[in-house]
């Protein structure tokens, strides 16, 4: 993370200032030095936290997060361990630009926190390296790769104690030409392996989660690279300044909208492998635990989306009673979107804005911008897929509401229920209820469902639920409220 966030300061750098990539000399080498540095407080600058030197064939850009702390006055902290961190740019014959760093990483920091208790926190990574291909062209990453060794943070306060660790990361970034005319597709994957935590608190269960590994997956298809690059060369300088003139207010809404829509698609999944929770009631686990974020382009009819999904669910023996375990599902799955937003209208409303307001400043138009980003004023929740299986049932439903976030009796409803082994699931809370008398009203109700159900070609039964005014329901047809 840390190499990323540094190669990302180079990068804007270099995306200010290209002029930079010409010969390797001493005049260069300042002139990269004044570009990493320009937009930095004048106190920061003197502190030559960050110098570049020219090196053979490349720069050497150092970065001495020593003295920028020292900057920072924090008088109740000490920092330790810190040494500065290396990054190597070497400009390539086509224009680009190689950059390299391999290091390792291990500072502490002890001092104070506002309500008194002393705290201690050490991180460190070993073998870290990172390489990658920067285009100024586009002010971005064409190519990277990066891999470490263990990652582990220890934070100590008063009776607290966190500590969490991965045995190593590995990550790569490529990047094609996108369909979509000067724009730019990139994706990025990787794995952080054999994840581990452990947490102690005051009068709490100590418990430790596990998983073999943290894979990720990203993808953003549509970047309009030069325009966000424009964008950034404008507000880096801006950065400097207490109250922007009307005129450079103007100019920054301009190249604001010129970037729209900045992407035209982003998709993201994280995935825990064998997750696990150690505590003193026993194991709890997952075989899988994914999650996923999607957005489609930033409109007039947006969708942001968020995704769950686990298998093999286990928990130790005795925590449910053993009819209740089957009930546990060996695999679950929700999608959950926000649909039908108007971000071109909201970006709109948003550059007729005055110049910022003070923080908790209210305005007149926060209302407008609210109401801008719902079309018709109404909201859309959909739910692609929402499923649940086990030995004795197979659930599974999707559709969408929509309705007036101020008027919350003024909605529809459109859902489709699919069920596969209804009788075995029935059946089953039918033996449930020889000891638990009160499910046999919910075991009435399934027979009144299943009732009133169409059976679809695969054998499974199909229930369509609509309600058009938030009052009134039917299901299949047929009037239930």
Not at 112 to 131: A, N
Not at 315 to 332: C, F, K, N, R, T
Not at 447 to 471: F, H, Q, Y
């Amino acid at each position: 993370m840390r190499t990323k966030i540094i190669a990302g300061s180079v990068l804007i750098a270099l995306a200010v200032n290209p002029a930079t990539a010409a010969d390797i000399n001493a005049q260069g080498a300042a002139a990269l030095q004044e570009s990493l540095t320009g937009f930095l407080p004048e106190q920061v600058k003197k502190s030559d936290f960050l110098t570049v030197t020219p090196a053979g064939d490349r720069y050497e850009i150092s970065y001495d997060f020593g003295k920028l702390i020292g900057t920072l006055g924090l008088k109740d902290f000490t920092v330790a361990g810190l040494t500065p961190f290396i990054m190597a740019a070497s400009p390539l014959d086509n224009g680009q630009w190689k950059l390299n760093s391999d290091s390792d990483v291990n500072f502490s920091v002890s001092g104070k926190l506002p309500d008194g208790k002393e705290t201690d926190v050490t991180y460190s990574v070993t073998d870290m390296v990172f390489s990658g291909i920067f285009d100024p062209a586009i002010a971005f990453m064409r190519s990277a790769e990066a891999t470490s060794g263990p990652i582990r943070m220890v934070s100590k306060s008063g009776e607290e104690e966190l500590e969490a660790s991965f045995a190593g990361m590995n990550y790569t970034l490529a990047s094609v030409d996108s369909k979509t005319a000067g724009a730019v597709d990139f994706s990025g994957k990787g794995s952080f392996k054999n994840f581990y935590e452990r947490i102690v608190a005051p009068e709490t269960p100590e418990f430790e989660v596990r998983s073999e590994s943290l894979d990720f997956d990203v993808g953003v298809e549509g970047v309009t690279a030069t325009r966000i690059r424009d964008l950034m060369s404008f507000i880096l300088p801006l950065i400097k300044k207490d109250k922007p003139s009307p005129e450079e207010i103007a100019r920054l809404k301009e190249l604001f909208r010129d970037a729209m829509p900045f992407f035209t698609s982003l998709s993201e999944k994280l995935t825990f492998n064998e997750f696990k929770v150690v505590s003193p009631f026993g194991d709890f686990g997952l075989g899988k635990l994914d999650y996923m974020l999607t957005m489609t382009e930033p409109n007039a009819s947006a969708r942001i989306g968020i995704g769950a999904r686990i298998e093999n669910v286990s928990a130790p023996s005795g925590i449910l009673p053993e009819a209740y375990e089957q009930l546990v599902p060996d695999l679950a799955e929700i999608e959950i979107g926000l649909a039908d937003l108007n971000i071109s209208r909201f970006i709109d409303v948003l550059m007729e804005q005055d110049a910022p307001r003070p923080a908790n400043a209210k305005d007149p138009k926060d209302d407008e911008l609210t109401q801008a980003v719902l079309n018709d004023g109404q909201l859309t929740i959909d739910f692609p897929k929402i499923l649940a299986k086990s030995s004795i049932y197979d659930v599974e439903a999707s559709g969408k509401v929509k309705g007036y976030p101020d008027q919350k009796d003024r909605y529809s409803l459109e859902a489709t229920i699919l069920a596969g082994d209804f009788d075995k699931l029935i059946k089953h809370v039918q033996e449930m209820a020889k000891d638990d008398p009160d499910l046999n009203q919910t075991s009435l109700l399934m027979m009144m469902a299943k009732g009133i159900a169409k059976t679809e070609p695969d054998g499974r039964l199909r229930w369509d639920v609509r309600s058009a005014d938030g009052k009134s329901l039917t299901v299949n047809g047929q009037v239930l409220q």
